[in-house]
């Protein structure tokens, strides 16, 4: 075995291949909301990826208002306690100290979200500083560059948080992979256009246009309900589904969570769908757009 | 002999990046969602992805016991990370409910090297790819932590903990060979299909 015994000198953790690697093992899959030990196991149970703890999950935020803060260490420890999936964990936008924090506990990916109330109004945090990997939200491509330019390892499309509607998913869905296509077919002339456009780095614009996708993976966010909605948003080109409010405010979240995972599993099978579909009890209250008073996915820079 | 068609295991995790390679190596590929598509191929890979949803997935799909049929009866397979600790006969540190093929006769452990914080790449020796080492990307990784008779170490790190096996034409990796760019971790079980 002492030809076997290499690999201690040279492993380097915390490198861009580490980071966006972990979001790799989580497409096709579904990342939910808990706010406690107890619905953590419930979202494990029913075949979560992930779990992203957070301290109220956004329609309680968009009912209650206040400022929205990074959670108490000890609820992210307690339920890093009781499952053994990938636990994420919710950073106010460029709250360097609370990513910090957040790095500490060894939470599997920070999300830089603009579900909580943000703390530099012009500021994202420098993502490259970690060793954590980074999600941000985007609702348009020169948001989703700027966000990977900073260091983000996995963007997802932002919607809009707590609504139950998931309308702006799909907005913000189209809008980064229609101009994505777009960029496929400009000659080089135009990129140099698209890149000032998106506000985004020339170099970022060069590769998509080279590989037809972003680089890193892309899941959607905001608004996702019921089955139906995981699998428009897989359909649209989603990789992976995070759901908040819906699951842990439908009438019966442990059912919902499970038919989410199916769905977004097979999300093109629509005889799955439909049995998933069925007899799951009220979906989570949604909410039309127009009549918002806050629009989370307006935060972010 | 015409090259084998194989399938990837699509029911959740890093499947594109197993299709993009062996898409290179001009290998024809079918993504494995239900029992049906299993006829279709000669060998199957399953990929790294969340271990514990794939194990709910396969039953859900009705795709376990199919699949366990094909495997016992001497499929070829080639699991990655999660697809690792599908194969082996053992988990350990898993949930309760989590099944396994049993295809090769291994102990793993999940999580072996902690969380993300502590996922790492190093360059490793593997056995029979002799001209340079492997690049290997480690994430949440499993280890293997016993190997019954028959069972090949074609990897290891940290002093002998084995993160590469072989036994027959059944082949895992704790690592990621579906994360770079070198491809001869897929063309080594390619190979072991033909012998």
Not at chain 2, 53 to 76: Q, Y
Request: glycine share 10%; aromatic share 4%.
């Amino acid at each position: 075995m002492a030809d076997l015994t290499n690999g201690i000198v040279s492993r380097s953790t915390g490198t861009d291949l580490v980071k966006r690697g972990l979001a790799d093992m989580l497409k096709g899959g579904v990342i939910m909301d808990v706010v406690d030990p107890a619905q953590a196991k419930i979202a494990e149970d029913a075949g979560a990826v992930a779990v992203m703890a957070l301290e109220r999950v956004p329609s309680d935020i968009r009912r209650d208002g206040g400022v929205a803060r990074m959670s108490d260490p000890e609820m992210i420890q307690g339920i890093q306690e009781v499952v053994s999936i990938p636990v994420m964990a919710k950073a106010r936008i460029g709250h360097i100290a609370e990513a910090q924090i957040l790095q500490a506990l060894q939470v599997d990916y920070i999300d830089e979200s603009e579900v909580l109330t943000p703390a530099d109004e012009a500021h994202h945090i420098d993502k490259w500083a970690f060793d954590v990997p980074f999600v941000c939200g985007a609702t348009n491509l020169g948001e989703a560059l700027r966000r990977i330019s900073e260091g983000a390892c996995l963007i997802r499309s932002k919607g809009e948080a707590g609504t139950g509607n998931v309308v702006e998913a799909v907005r913000h869905l189209r809008s980064i992979l229609g101009d994505i296509r777009k960029i496929t077919t400009a000659d080089q002339a135009e990129l140099f256009d698209w890149a000032k456009r998106l506000q985004a780095p020339l170099p970022l614009v060069q590769e998509i246009a080279e590989t037809g996708t972003l680089p890193v993976p892309m899941f959607c966010a905001g608004g996702i309900a019921t089955p139906a909605d995981a699998s428009l948003v897989m359909q649209l080109g989603a990789q992976a589904v995070f759901v908040g409010s819906g699951i842990f405010k439908s009438s019966d979240p442990s059912h919902m969570a499970k038919a989410i995972v199916e769905a977004t599993a097979n999300y093109l099978d629509p005889d799955i769908l439909v049995k998933v579909s069925r007899g799951l009890g009220d979906a989570m209250p949604g909410l039309e757009i127009g009549s918002l008073e806050t629009k989370l996915s307006e935060r972010g820079w | 002999m015409a090259l084998p068609r194989i399938g990837v295991l699509a029911l959740q995790g890093a499947v594109d990046l197993h299709v993009h390679a062996l898409e290179r190596l001009g290998v024809e590929t079918v993504e494995v969602r239900r029992a049906e598509h299993l006829a279709l191929v000669d060998g199957l890979v399953l990929p790294g992805g969340e271990s514990s949803t794939i194990s709910k997935l396969l039953v859900i799909n009705e795709l376990f016991d199919p699949l366990a049929e094909r495997l016992a009866a001497g499929m070829p397979a080639f699991g990655t990370c999660a697809g690792m600790i599908m194969l082996s006969s053992e988990i350990l540190d898993g949930r309760e409910d989590q099944l396994s093929f049993s295809a090769i006769d291994i102990s793993v452990r999940r999580n072996a090297f902690g969380r993300q914080i502590d996922s790492f790449e190093t360059d490793l020796e593997v056995i029979g790819l002799a001209e340079a080492p492997v690049h290997a990307v480690f994430i949440r990784a499993p280890v293997v932590e016993r190997v019954g008779p028959g069972v090949e170490i074609l990897a290891a790190v940290d002093e002998g903990r084995p993160v590469a096996c072989r036994q027959g034409q059944v082949l895992v990796t704790s690592f990621h060979p579906e994360l770079s760019p070198d491809l001869r971790l897929h063309e080594l079980f390619i190979k072991g299909m033909a012998a």
